[in-house]
């Protein structure tokens, strides 16, 4: 079974800051996929990286692959409040077959 | 277009009763998820339908909860004999590709 282990679990920063969340895995992942809950929402979908080492940018936000396929990093600079929300990541299996989400990374960014 | 859409948003029932939440897909999206999210919590995967597929039912918790998904688009989750513990927001989400997922606003069911 494919595991996804995410941290911080928590994190509480102020406007301005700069931070970094973590995805990983023992697992290789034919893809990856980040989204982000605001409360009272459903989850959407920020990104998907497919190549090992691929890096996105969306505004503020970076994404990064690992090498291996095997994690993945968000990066956020310059924090505002709007971006406060619960991020979750997601993998496909090396197969194309199965997928699973991580626990997700609770982010309050206080202004 | 139109996103995902479910119904009711919320729904509050008294222990014992049965529930049907229903989920509207994107059209043309062939493949529809339920997830249950408890207050503060992650996704707790539920049940995922793939075309004509059998669905994969691995993460039902019980022979209480059952999902059908009429002529490859509405999706109906039931829950028998509700109990408190069945307490949650319950997501739809449906995809076209690569399971990127578009998810609806949730259903809020509390069970008193």
């Known amino acids: 079974t494919q595991l996804l282990e995410q941290s911080p679990q928590f994190l509480s920063i102020q406007e301005g800051e700069n931070l970094t969340v973590y995805c990983n895995s023992s697992?290789?992942?034919?893809?990856l996929q980040w989204y982000r809950q605001e409360p009272g929402e459903g989850p959407v979908l920020l990104v998907t990286?497919?190549?090992?080492?691929e890096v996105k940018k969306l505004k503020r936000l970076t994404f990064q692959f690992g090498d291996a396929r095997k994690d993945s990093s968000l990066h956020i600079t310059a924090a505002q409040p709007g971006d406060t929300g619960l991020y979750l990541c997601a993998g496909v299996d090396n197969y194309g077959q199965n997928f699973v989400f991580g626990p997700g990374t609770r982010l309050s960014v206080l202004p | 277009g139109a996103g995902v859409s479910q119904s009711p948003s919320n729904k509050v029932t008294e222990k014992g009763k049965d529930v049907e939440l229903r989920c509207d897909p994107i059209?043309?999206?062939?493949?529809l998820y339920w997830y249950r999210q408890s207050l503060g919590q992650g996704l707790e995967f539920l049940i995922y339908f793939q075309g004509n597929s059998a669905p994969d039912k691995s993460g039902l918790p019980s022979d209480r909860f059952s999902a059908e998904r009429t002529g490859g688009s509405v999706s109906t989750l039931t829950i028998q004999r509700t109990q408190q513990e069945d307490s949650a927001v319950y997501l739809c989400?449906?995809?076209?590709?690569?399971?990127?997922?578009?998810f609806g606003p949730g259903t809020r069911l509390t069970v008193t």
């Open positions: 989400a449906s995809s076209l590709r690569s399971y990127e997922q578009y």
């Open positions: 059209s043309g999206h062939t493949a």
């Open positions: 697992s290789v992942f034919s893809s």
């Open positions: 990286v497919v190549t090992g080492g």
